[in-house]
């Protein structure tokens, strides 16, 4: 069995670093803070690669199949009996690879920020903000128990909300972190109502029991849960969409991705760490970690992953080919990429050779990790240098920035999926496992990656080439070696982790999973990609007016991307016009003048009776007599006629 | 003949003190200040010999009885009047008829001694008259004051026709029963229409002398107009005397009638409890303002009235002994103010605690007493008050009591309103209060805090009620 | 129709006659003098039902007494001859139709009452026996009554004096 | 005509009352109003006797309580006439509808 | 442990305040005083959970019965269990928290304090007294003195926020009344909630009495529609005056649901159990939307208590034990939160003299501490993990989502949707306020002072002690409401 304090470790110092930096950054040691916490991040590393390692290698895998080990579990909050929110570790191997990408996509990210938000006021806090956000990353990944996850879920989102708003003065990031927070809140509430109904008929809360209560058909939880059902839809049904909508919002799944492309307002290595490597992924993380449920028990509802997936994988792609800020394509194109891991999970099945698509989608999230943040470094890199986000501010980067154009480089053709680059395998996989259980789907998969092929390289020209680029102001220069170290060790990897035997590790039911290499299959996808390529070239290597003729000549199809098919207005429209106009006014008015107006009304009708009735005193002591007469007949005649 | 002497105590105290005031009068030697301070000598140890030596029995051929429980409320009466002589020391040592007042003052104290000993509807009369006579008299004291003299008239002419009408219930009591005395006429009451009209006219004098609506139109403006001190005594004792006659005569004498006294009671209660907090809420000068909520108050005791029940009883009379502290209290200040500066307008209490926070935590103190919020002693008796009456089973009334009791609330927060929050440029000054008074109204401050805290009083109380 | 019947009439008729011109002339003086007429009737019904004693009280405090008091103070406070001011006549009617219903009222219930009432006959309204019982304190003894009304005279005698007899300093 | 009784004097005394009532209601005149109540006052005097020689004859109750009832009023009457005078001092009339300084 | 000490501390502490001679000393009395109140309520908790675990089963711990008005069958019964404890906990934080935050109140400060304790003092009796009369007293003790502190130290309009407050508590308490003395009257005659309780009564009796005091007891937990007295009373209130009424008072009513009208009428619980769940789910809904409409920060969190305070009466309406354990957490981590966002209110009023959040902008740059302070209740309000609000609110839900019929999925669903309306007003007020670009006549402010600081970290533990480790709390409330389920089953 693994020792659980390294794990906890683990997950302890991010959050060491987060307190200390939180409390006492910002005055005792600001400059040192970036140096403190890195060097806490990167114990946490070596921690993590050696639990992977001792995981993978060492006890981890028992007769051929990788367990589901619980080294630690405490009960933190009880319900009743056997429902109860446990704070444990579930050590399995996409804990195992998470914890390893999580820690070093995040060690990458620290070490870049020390260069590149060197001398920003607010240095402590950033470092405080990453710290929080790699603590519940990581207790995301390890929780063992449904709540658990939900509990480091909003924290991620909260850590999310802090980092998008890091420049709290800039309106834009203040409503983008509204607006993330909000949108994948709205999410989660779906995640909550699904871990809800999912506890009730499960009767438990923990993973292991939860999985094994639902999928096994003789149990009495299964039946029940089957048997009841809501709009003709079963319960379970029901609660496994619901988890998912939960983990659509955080992966920025269509329709609720809006939130992703305004993300990129908070710092660029945020950018890379939260919204391209780690925190997105949760939502794909969540599938597969109810992934037996998911496959066993509610197939229909894996549908509508796949399908939902696929969807957001194209639109994506096709927005991305349209922007012009280059955080936002890399955005859109995460997004898409979500979406190949998403409906890759969707049309697996469970267990043996069926489970190929869980493999590509750990793979693929794995690879894109890696090369995915190897973008939004050089994007930082490259912002850092022009000060500006937008393509057309930039061109002929390559003379200026070499170390940051190769790994560029690098990563878009892993990203492209041209062997041998990460990606290939990875996609290759993933196309693969779609092609053998739902061909809609593989086209829709190849053309995205052709298009992604494209959009990646129009995005590549256009900063490394196009037109030629004259510095104005004082030269930059790449950053220095705390910006460079973290890409040129993610270009290696985005280079090579594609060799990794990753079937050997992770497999839907733990047993190793052998893929083969189809060359005849490959030879569609990289030639597509090849020829987004080329396309890139044609129209992006020179500044020409190409790509203004193609984008008039496709007028409403590109306006319509360009605004990212007005998804954000329409949301816009139901919560302005619909939310606040139609329910939230009426309710303030309703509450300011029926229910205060009532409450009012009665104290004034009280007051104008008794200003009514003032003539019953009228002072003359005559008319006194008459009422006191008046009164003792009234009570004579009452009395004697009626209350006798 | 010890019987006599140790049964009639409290009365024969109080014609002891007329006539020694009598005699000092006739010396014309002593000062009013000292005359004052003898008179409160002597109200006190008249107050302190009322808790010795209680007796029970009957004289005069049932004409007079005493026992225990009315030996306890002659004493909370001579209790009240003490605190009178204490709260307006001021304005007593600038009164020109020192003795006279008291005089006149003790003989109504001692017309409802014998009102509470009555039992024969002849003393019960002649109580009646001898506690309302003398205070009519004395509410024109400011004798060159218009409204005071109004208020005389009102009072004296009011309360002819009343005792007028309440002498034609009594007449025909008499020729249907033809006994006059309490013990014998329960037996005697047949039912007939003539008889209870003649019940219902004797019972329109209670209601009068309690202000109970829609007999007490005169209180107002009798309150408003008499000197405080006489409308302190007028709204405090003389309503506390009759309550208790009122009660016992309820229970005692008409207990066959109950089924029509209890609706009328309830009915009354509820006009009562209605229009009083109604007029109070739109009355600017405080007297007036204290008039209309003591009607309501009595709204409040009728509901323990229509219980029909020991603890009813012992109700009452605990709510009477914490309305002496807090009216007392409530009238004190206000005369007080209106002595020194002649305000007696809610609004010129205004910024009243930023010259006199003393007297503004006294009014404070007993305006919660009187609206019965804790940890005032009204509180506990309003409580009581309506559990006593809720144990008849109707609901609906101790409703409308409770919606009451908020509006209420209102404007006796409107008064500390008024005396806390709001400002003023030109607010009461700063009054040196005499040590006299001060005494005073730490008593009556205490009584209203202490009372409802030291519970073993209500038992007492009850314990003494038979 | 017997001597007594038709004097019981004469009575009624005076006291009511009176009654109702004294508190409908319109010259006060009149009103006295027609109040002291009802008075005197019905001390005369007082001597009808021969309850002489208390006829005899009745002339001397009433008529001695109060309509003198009344009479003096009409002096004192009206300027002779001056008509009354007249009600509002709404009010007037009011009050006649009220003060009708009320006695029809009560004469109704009156009539429709069987008194019960005792047959013996024991006490004599003699002057000893009424003497012997004001003051008794025994069976019958109306002496803590005589008592209470002495000591409301007493203190009616001291508020009128303080009322009605004030400093000149303080009269302006 | 019926022989005079009890309910004969009962009559006059109801109507006595009534009269005195009607007086009070209407007389403007403080003075007026006060002999309206002596009215009152003397009808239930003669309810009292007219009971106890009819009715109660054997003890003379009532007729104690009209002695009473006849020095109350004479008390009665004497402060109110004293009030009165005063207040004709002070507002140089008795009527009673001008005495009317506190309403409401 | 003797209870009668809770009540004595703050009357002697009362009492001291008034004998002082200079502010100075008033305000350190006072804040002694509360400080050794919370010593004591601390161990109070110490001691209650040393008996449980020495094997004491008695429902009530540390009972006391001393006979007041015999001939009433009133007596003076104290005693204890988890939800008093937990509640008794929360007061003496806030307490603590609202003197240190009153520490610059110039105007009348004596009577200030003074006032401040008394009312504590009602809280106090009010949570370890087990008889309904007793109980009634101090629901009322607390009433005036809320005024005056309204009254007299208010802003806006004061008074009349004042008065309707106060009317509408008497109001509520009126009900409470009338449904006390059906209980009293048709159940043997004492208000001995333990006698209750053990005592059958009758259905029809619960059936009137039972909504005469919830209600009552509602209109002080915000009851909707009763509830309006909580926007104007709160925003008029001074900073420790809404702190002690959003944090304390209007726990009152929500105990008093909870101990007095859920506990003794079980019949009439399960009757009137649905109308109690729309109500509150009303309130919920009703309250989230109208705070997003909201300016003034004040009224933001009064509106959103009425939204927090329908999770109590919704998690009491459940009538399951997880729900009702839910609903105490709710009322003390409700009380906490509420009550530092208050005090972070009420130092930004101090420093800026507004309150719309228009008017505010990027105040984290200048007050860092007092905006870290609003973003941390502005989470806890919004449900974050790790803060209190998360626990009890989730606990509610478990509880709620017991009963499987469409009603109680339905208003479980439409309770759990209020959370991500409040996420958009907290973060619409905390982003107008703390983000956003910084006013230039804000240039200078200065942040929290140390008093400030102090409140903030009192409150902070408490908050953090129920968010990061709820055990503890669900192990104390729990079994109480245990109890509670056993007599509604």
Redesign the interface.
């Known amino acids: 069995m693994p020792n659980p304090t390294y794990i906890i470790l683990i997950l302890l110092l991010p959050l060491a670093s987060f307190l200390l930096m939180g409390l006492f950054g910002r005055s005792y040691i600001k400059n040192a803070s970036g140096l403190i916490s890195t060097a806490m991040l990167f114990v946490a590393t070596c921690l993590a690669f050696y639990v992977a390692y001792g995981y993978f290698f060492e006890y981890g895998n028992v007769n051929g199949v990788y367990q589901k080990l619980i080294p630690f579990k405490y009960t933190w909050l009880e319900f009743s009996k056997g429902v109860s929110i446990d704070m444990g570790i579930l050590l399995d191997p996409i804990t195992a690879m998470m914890l390893v990408v999580v820690t070093l996509i995040s060690l990458m990210v620290h070490i870049y920020s020390l260069g590149y938000m060197k001398g920003e006021e607010r240095f402590a806090t950033y470092y405080s903000f990453l710290g929080l956000f790699t603590f519940s990353m990581l207790g995301l990944v390890i929780a063992s128990n449904i709540f658990q996850i939900y509990i480091f879920w909003e924290l991620v989102g909260v850590s999310s909300f802090l980092l998008i708003g890091y420049y709290f003065e800039k309106p834009s990031a203040v409503a983008a972190c509204k607006k993330a927070f909000i949108v994948t809140r709205f999410a989660d509430l779906g995640f909550l109502i699904g871990i809800l109904i999912l506890s009730f008929y499960a009767g438990t809360l923990d993973f292991n029991t939860l999985i094994q209560r639902l999928t096994s058909p003789e149990s009495m939880e299964f039946k029940t849960a089957v048997a009841s059902s809501f709009l003709g839809i079963s319960a379970l049904t029901w609660g496994m969409v619901l988890v998912f909508v939960g983990g659509a919002g955080k992966s920025a799944m269509f329709p609720l991705h809006i939130w992703l492309p305004d993300a990129m307002e908070g710092p660029t290595p945020v950018s890379a760490l939260i919204h391209a490597a780690t925190m997105v992924v949760a939502g794909v993380f969540l599938v597969a970690r109810l992934f037996p449920v998911f496959a066993l028990s509610t197939p229909d509802a894996l549908h509508i992953v796949a399908y939902v997936g696929a969807t957001s994988a194209l639109i994506a792609a096709i927005i991305a080919c349209t922007q012009t800020d280059i955080k936002r394509v890399l955005a859109f194109s995460t997004m898409s990429q979500i979406g190949f891991m998403m409906f890759a999970l969707g049309v697996s099945k469970y267990g043996g050779e069926e489970g190929l698509g869980y493999t590509a989608s750990m793979f693929h999230l794995f690879t894109h990790a890696l090369f995915k943040a190897l973008l939004f470094l050089g994007a930082g890199a490259v912002i850092h240098f022009v000060h500006s986000n937008d393509m057309n501010d930039m061109g002929g980067l390559r003379k200026h920035l070499p170390i940051t154009h190769a790994t560029f480089l690098i990563a878009c053709l892993a990203i492209s999926g041209v062997p041998p680059f990460a990606g290939f395998f990875s996609k290759e996989e993933i196309l693969l496992a779609a092609f053998q259980h739902n061909p809609t789907i593989y086209w829709i998969a190849l053309l995205t990656s052709g298009l992604t092929a494209f959009y990646m390289f129009r995005l590549y020209f256009s900063i490394f080439w196009n037109k030629e680029y004259h510095p104005h102001g004082e030269h930059h220069g790449e950053g220095g070696f705390a910006m460079m170290m973290p890409l040129v060790l993610l270009a290696v990897g985005a280079a090579a982790a594609g060799f990794i035997p990753f079937g050997k590790f992770v497999s839907s039911d733990g047993k190793a999973l052998i893929s083969e290499f189809h060359l005849q299959f490959s030879i569609a996808p990289v030639a597509l990609g090849l020829v987004g390529i080329l396309t890139a070239l044609l129209l992006y290597k020179k500044q020409n007016s190409k790509p203004d003729t193609i984008a008039s000549s496709l007028n409403a199809l590109y306006k319509a991307a360009y605004h990212k098919f007005y998804i954000d207005e329409l949301y816009l429209f139901i919560t302005k016009k619909i939310l606040f106009n139609l329910v939230g006014r009426p309710a303030a008015w309703f509450d300011k003048n029926v229910v205060d107006g009532m409450v009012n009304a009665t104290g004034n009708s009280t007051q104008t009776i008794s200003e009514k009735i003032k003539g019953f005193q009228s002072g003359k002591v005559q008319e006194y007599a008459i009422y006191f007469l008046a009164g003792a007949t009234a009570l004579a005649v009452c009395g004697i006629y009626l209350w006798k | 003949m010890n019987d006599f002497f140790i049964l009639m105590k409290p009365e024969l105290m109080i014609v002891a003190i007329i006539f020694i005031l009598l005699f000092l009068k006739l010396g014309k030697g002593l000062s009013n200040n000292s005359l004052l301070l003898v008179i409160q000598i002597l109200l006190l140890w008249n107050f302190a010999s009322g808790f010795l030596m209680n007796a029970t029995g009957h004289l005069f051929n049932d004409m007079y009885q005493t026992n225990a429980m009315m030996s306890l409320q002659k004493n909370i009466l001579n209790g009240g009047v003490l605190l009178i002589a204490l709260i307006f020391t001021e304005w007593f040592q600038k009164c020109e008829h020192l003795s006279e007042f008291f005089v006149l003052m003790l003989s109504a104290l001692l017309g409802m001694f014998f009102l509470i000993s009555s039992g024969n509807l002849l003393m019960f009369y002649l109580s009646i008259e001898l506690a309302t006579i003398p205070v009519a008299a004395l509410a024109n004291f400011h004798l060159d004051k218009k409204v005071s003299s109004e208020a005389a008239m009102k009072m004296i002419l009011s309360s002819a026709f009343s005792s007028g009408v309440l002498l034609f219930g009594i007449s025909l009591m008499y020729g249907t029963t033809g006994t006059l005395n309490f013990a014998a006429i329960p037996a005697l009451l047949d039912g007939s229409a003539l008889q209870i009209m003649a019940f219902v006219f004797l019972f329109t004098a209670f209601a009068f002398k309690m202000s109970i609506v829609p007999f007490h139109l005169w209180t107002a403006d009798v309150y408003e107009g008499s000197p405080i001190a006489v409308t302190s005594f007028l709204s405090v004792i003389s309503k506390g005397a009759i309550a208790f006659v009122f009660i016992s005569t309820l229970y005692k004498v008409f207990q066959p009638y109950h089924t029509i006294w209890y609706s009328m009671v309830m009915v009354l209660s509820i006009v009562t409890m209605i229009t009083g907090n109604l007029f109070a809420l739109r009355q600017q000068n405080i007297k007036r303002f204290l008039a209309f909520s003591s009607i309501a108050q009595v709204g409040f005791i009728l509901v323990g009235i229509s219980s029909n029940s020991i603890q009813g009883t012992t109700s009452v009379i605990y709510f009477i002994l914490i309305y002496i502290f807090s009216n007392l209290a409530a009238f004190g200040v206000a005369g007080l103010i209106s002595f020194f500066t002649g305000k007696e307008r809610i609004d010129d209490y205004k910024g009243l605690y930023r010259t006199n926070p003393f007297l503004s935590w006294i009014l404070a103190l007993s305006l919660f007493s009187l609206a019965g919020i804790p940890p005032t002693a009204g509180f506990f008796g309003k409580l009581f008050l309506l559990t006593s009456g809720a144990a008849t089973g109707s609901y609906l009334f101790i409703g409308i009591a409770a919606i009451n009791m908020i509006i209420s609330l209102y404007y006796y927060l409107r008064v500390v309103r008024a005396v806390f929050m709001d400002t003023n440029e030109s607010p009461v000054e700063k009054i040196t209060i005499h040590p006299m008074t001060r005494i005073a109204f730490i008593f009556c401050g205490a009584g209203i805090v202490l009372t409802g805290i030291m519970s073993w009083l209500y038992d007492s109380i009850k314990a003494l009620v038979n | 129709?017997s001597g007594?019947?038709i004097l019981?009439?004469m009575l009624?008729a005076m006291?009511?006659g009176s009654?109702?011109l004294?508190?409908?002339t319109r010259h006060?003086f009149r009103?006295?003098i027609f109040?002291l007429f009802?008075?005197i009737g019905?001390a005369g019904?007082?001597f009808w039902?021969?309850?002489e004693?208390?006829a005899a009280?009745?002339i001397v405090?009433?008529v001695g007494?109060?309509t003198v008091?009344?009479i003096f103070?009409?002096f004192?406070?009206?300027q002779a001859g001056e008509k009354?001011?007249?009600?509002k006549m709404g009010?007037?009617l009011?009050?006649?139709l009220?003060?009708?219903?009320?006695?029809a009222?009560?004469?109704l219930?009156?009539?429709?009452?069987s008194?019960?009432?005792?047959t013996?006959?024991?006490?004599e309204?003699s002057v000893v026996?009424?003497g012997n019982?004001?003051l008794g304190?025994?069976?019958?003894?109306?002496?803590?009554?005589f008592e209470?009304?002495s000591?409301?005279?007493?203190?009616?005698?001291?508020?009128?004096?303080?009322?009605?007899v004030?400093?000149k300093t303080?009269?302006? | 005509m019926m022989q005079p009784g009890l309910y004969h004097i009962l009559f006059i005394s109801a109507a006595l009352f009534f009269i005195g009532v009607f007086g009070f209601f209407t007389r403007r005149n403080l003075i007026t109003m006060l002999m309206s109540v002596e009215l009152i006052l003397n009808s239930v005097n003669l309810n009292f006797i007219a009971f106890n020689k009819y009715l109660w004859a054997d003890k003379l109750d009532g007729l104690f309580f009209t002695i009473f009832v006849i020095a109350i009023a004479a008390a009665e009457a004497a402060i109110a006439i004293a009030i009165i005078i005063n207040l004709s001092r002070n507002f140089q009339s008795i009527d009673v509808e001008k005495t009317d300084e506190m309403k409401f | 442990m003797n209870l009668l000490i809770l009540i004595l501390v703050p009357i002697i502490t009362a009492l001291a305040v008034l004998m002082m001679r200079n502010n100075n000393l008033v305000r350190w009395t006072a804040f002694i005083g509360s400080g050794i109140q919370l010593l004591l309520s601390l161990g109070l908790y110490y001691a209650f959970n040393q008996a449980r675990a020495h094997g004491e089963t008695s429902q009530m711990l540390f009972e006391q019965k001393t006979e007041l008005f015999k001939s009433w069958n009133i007596s003076l019964h104290l005693g204890v269990d988890g939800i008093s404890v937990a509640m008794i906990l929360l007061t003496s934080f806030v307490v603590v928290a609202g003197v240190l935050m009153s520490w610059k109140v110039e105007k009348m400060t004596k009577e200030f304090f003074f006032l401040l304790i008394l009312l504590s003092m009602g809280a106090y009796g009010f949570f370890i007294s087990l008889d309904l009369f007793i109980l009634f007293f101090f629901l009322e003790v607390a009433v005036i003195p809320k005024y005056l502190l309204i009254g007299i130290w208010g802003s806006g309009k004061k008074e009349y926020s004042a008065n309707k407050l106060a009317l509408m508590l008497m109001g509520g308490s009126a009900l409470v009344l009338l449904g006390l003395l059906g209980l009293y009257l048709s159940a043997g005659k004492t208000f001995d909630l333990i006698q209750l309780s053990q005592i059958q009564i009758p259905v029809r009796t619960q059936m009137i009495c039972y909504p005469l005091l919830f209600v009552g007891f509602g209109i002080f937990t915000a009851l909707f529609p009763f509830h309006t007295w909580v926007p104007d009373g709160h925003s008029s209130a001074p900073t420790a005056g809404s702190m002690f009424l959003a944090g304390i008072s209007m726990k009152l009513g929500g105990y008093g649901c909870l101990r007095v009208a859920t506990y003794l009428m079980p019949e009439g619980a399960h009757e009137y159990a649905n109308i109690v769940i729309v109500l509150s789910t009303i309130a919920i809904f009703y309250g989230a939307f109208a705070t997003m409409m909201q300016t003034d920060l004040k009224y933001i969190n009064a509106y959103s208590s009425v939204s927090h305070c329908g999770f109590v009466l919704l998690g009491i309406g459940m009538l399951t034990k997880v729900a009702i354990t839910g609903a105490v957490m709710q009322m003390v981590s409700h009380g906490l939160m509420t009550a530092l966002f208050f005090a972070v209110i009420g130092m930004i009023y101090e420093r800026t003299h507004t309150r719309q959040v228009n008017e505010m902008g990027g105040l984290l740059k200048v007050m860092p501490f007092t905006i870290t302070l609003l973003f941390i209740v502005g989470f806890c309000s919004l449900g974050l993990p790790g803060l209190s609000g998360f626990v009890a609110e989730m606990t509610i839900f478990m509880g709620a989502w017991e009963h499987p019929d469409t009603f109680h999925r339905v208003a479980t669903v439409l309770a759990c949707m209020s959370i991500v309306v409040t996420a958009v007003y907290i973060l619409r007020a905390v982003g107008k306020t703390a983000m956003g670009p910084l006013k230039e006549e804000y240039n200078h402010l200065t942040d929290a002072t140390w008093n400030e600081k102090l409140a903030a970290i009192v409150l902070m533990i408490g908050i953090l002690a129920i968010g990061l480790a709820p055990g503890w709390l669900n192990q104390l409330v729990s079994p109480g409401a245990e109890v509670i389920m056993q007599k509604l089953k």
């Not at chain 3, 304190?137 to 009554?145: D, F, R, T």
């Open positions: 129709m007594a019947d019981f009439y009624a006291i009511l009654g109702i004294s508190v409908t006060i009103a006295a109040l009802s008075l019905v019904m007082y039902m021969q309850y004693f208390i009280v009745q405090v009433y007494g109060i008091l009344i103070s009409i004192l406070t009206q009354l001011p007249e009600q009010r007037q009011f009050a006649a009220a003060a009708f219903c009320g006695f009222f009560i004469m219930q009156i009539l429709r009452h008194f019960i009432g005792t013996k006959t024991t006490a309204p026996n009424i019982q004001m304190v025994e069976q019958g003894g109306y002496a803590l009554p209470v009304v000591i409301l005279l007493l203190a009616a005698l001291i508020g009128c004096i303080v009322i009605a004030r400093n303080q009269t302006t």
